[in-house]
């Protein structure tokens, strides 16, 4: 849906995108420009450029870029409106008096209709029907208060085929509507049946108070301990926290990371409500993110068994990404933080908080496993695990402290292990400086080798070195747009971008390339973005542009043949078309 220029300036007006962004991520300045580690995947050496010139970003490393708008969808994984939205509401801008829906965001719409309609009709179940028996028996073993299943609004799925899918049938909603919610699967016959059945239900609820999906454990049988709702129009489960909603509220600056429902609950319970959950998977980038921007530091309260250490050592690796500080809770006597506060009380668990260690003690007590430090041998492994542990400790003084502390109970001389430490560093930093003029690289690199590129080398240039200059030098339009058409265009994306280019600048004076959200996904815009910063990259005049025009012309000329042309013919041959020209 399309918005007026005018309203679309003011809104990046009232959001800079430095502003915005540095709500997200640390930026550094750099001239007038800022850069950062980039938000949308892992890297130790800043790769994203924020240009305030154009109040766009730009990744070289990943290739996400747009302006604030984009970069919103993508952070927050937003469709257009929804991006638009939330800016205008931070903004304090109303929205234009148009009709913005449209039939994804319809959908949305009734997916996020049918998903409150189950979780009540979950929670009856549960709360007052014979059927949910099974679930309050459960529930209450699981000393729960109904205090606590009223917050959570926990509900109970029936051993049932049909019941849930009936319901929501009688209340208007269509099979397909069933289906892309995921609370009904279609069936070989061609029905539908329910996806939950025989199950505790725990709602997943969003910052907006949405239920945006479900977890459901099963009590006994068979089948998967958890079924959590696949991925929908309105949930990504790698980019949601279970309670969330909670923490948010907390006013705490220190989150809680356990890893199930029932271990959120019980910590919740228990007094401590920011505690969040991962839904049914390991911790990702985007959910490290996300508790980024509601806290500095994260308390790691995973399982004590071996799987539930493995997922703390890939946890620790992420939050330090990040940029997020992680403790780690140790339990003795008890498999998971439910079972402990159940054994051991509130108080305990508390104290158990207050006491942990941090990510450095965790991963230098790690460096132990499996060996024998009384052997010469087990030494030298023990102490050169450490070294690569104490490298990756970022303050100088922090770092001293650990080295002490691996001398002092090693009996190797500090000096050696600070000089072994320091190599360490040094190589990493010149690879990670290496790593980030190769990114540079790639990003040219990978435009000449996208498919089209590579088929037409030539044609790919002149068409993003067009685009990229009219974005540049809208003032240019008459003059291009009477020289080349967008059916001149080889490949079919840069020709659509050139035709919207065309049109934006003919009926708006405040329209810019960055304005073309609404026609182009987010991953689009990233390469749009690419395309007008590569031409900033490159000295682009009107001698350059009439060569670019010419090759594009020259590759519809049928009584030239450019496969089997040299280097030196093509040049001779764009020439003599321009003297011709001239001619003329």
């Known amino acids: 849906m399309a918005l007026p220029d005018s309203f679309l300036l003011k809104l990046k007006q009232n959001n800079p995108i430095d502003s915005i962004m540095s709500s997200y991520t640390r930026l550094i300045r750099r ?39 984009t970069f919103i969808m993508k952070i927050e994984n937003l469709d257009y409106i929804e991006a638009v939205k939330l800016l205008a509401e931070r903004g304090g801008i109303p929205m234009p008096d148009e009709n913005l829906s449209s039939d ?49 609004g926990l509900g109970f799925a029936p051993d049932d085929w049909n019941l849930l899918g009936s319901h929501l049938l009688s209340l208007g909603f269509s099979e397909q509507e069933l289906i892309e919610a995921n609370v009904c699967r279609r069936g070989k016959n061609g029905g539908i049946y329910d996806q939950f059945r025989d199950r505790v239900m725990f709602p997943i ?66 007094g401590f409500s920011n505690v969040v959950a991962t839904l049914g998977t390991a911790l990702t980038q985007e959910q490290a993110r996300l508790m980024k921007q509601y806290a500095d530091e994260v308390v790691i309260a995973y399982d004590s068994d ?38 051991f009380g509130s108080l305990r668990f508390g104290q158990l908080i207050s ?58 001389q500090k000096q050696v292990i600070v000089q072994q430490v320091n190599g360490i560093i040094k190589k990493r930093i010149n690879s990670g400086e290496k790593q980030k003029w190769n990114d540079i690289r790639t990003f040219y690199g990978k435009t000449r080798s996208r498919p089209e590129a590579l088929k037409n080398p030539r044609e790919y240039k002149a068409e993003t070195g067009i685009i990229s200059y009219l974005s540049l030098n809208p003032e240019e339009l008459e003059y291009i747009a009477s020289k080349i058409k967008p059916d001149d265009f080889i490949t079919d994306f840069n020709r659509k971008v050139y035709e919207k280019l065309i049109y934006g600048i003919k009926n708006s004076s405040e329209f810019n390339i960055m304005s073309l959200q609404s026609e182009f996904s987010a991953d689009e815009m990233g390469k749009i973005t690419g395309i007008v910063i590569s031409g900033k990259e490159i000295v682009n005049n009107k001698d350059t542009i009439e060569d670019y025009i010419s090759t594009l012309h020259l590759y519809k000329d049928k009584a030239f043949n450019p496969s089997g042309a040299s280097d030196e013919d093509w040049l001779n041959h764009i020439s003599k078309i321009k003297r011709n020209k001239i001619k003329g």
């Open 104 to 152: 994804y965001s319809r959908l949305k719409s009734r997916v996020l209709e049918i998903n409150r309609a189950t979780a009540v009709f979950f929670n009856n179940i549960l709360i007052k029907n014979a059927l949910g028996e099974k679930g309050r028996r459960y529930l209450k073993e699981r000393r729960l208060s109904p205090g606590t299943v009223t917050k959570y």
């Open 31 to 69: 001239g007038h420009n800022y850069v950062c580690l980039c938000p949308f995947h892992s890297e130790k050496t800043p790769s994203c450029t924020v240009y305030t010139d154009s109040d766009s970003f730009y990744c070289f490393g990943c290739q996400a870029g747009g302006d604030v708008i």
């Open 306 to 343: 071996a799987a539930g250490q493995s997922a703390t050592h890939k946890a620790i690796n992420l939050l330090s990404q990040t940029g997020i500080t992680a403790r780690i809770i140790k339990m003795h006597d008890a498999k998971d933080p439910d079972e402990y506060i159940n054994k």
């Open 205 to 270: 609820i969003d910052l907006r108070g949405n239920v945006i999906a479900f977890g459901g454990r099963i009590i006994d049988g068979g089948g998967p301990k958890y079924l959590n709702t696949s991925d929908t129009p309105v949930f990504r489960k790698s980019r949601n926290l279970f309670s969330l909603n909670f923490a948010k509220k907390s006013g705490e600056q220190t989150l809680i990371l356990a890893e199930g429902y029932m271990d959120v609950i019980s910590i919740n319970q228990a």
């Open 355 to 412: 006491k942990s260690d941090g990510a450095i003690d965790f991963e230098l007590n790690k460096c132990l496993s499996g060996i024998d430090t009384e052997t010469e041998t087990g030494k030298i492994e023990y102490i050169k695990r450490c070294m690569n542990v104490l490298a990756e400790i970022a303050s100088p003084v922090e770092r001293d402290v650990y080295i002490s502390k691996i001398a002092g109970h090693t009996g190797v």
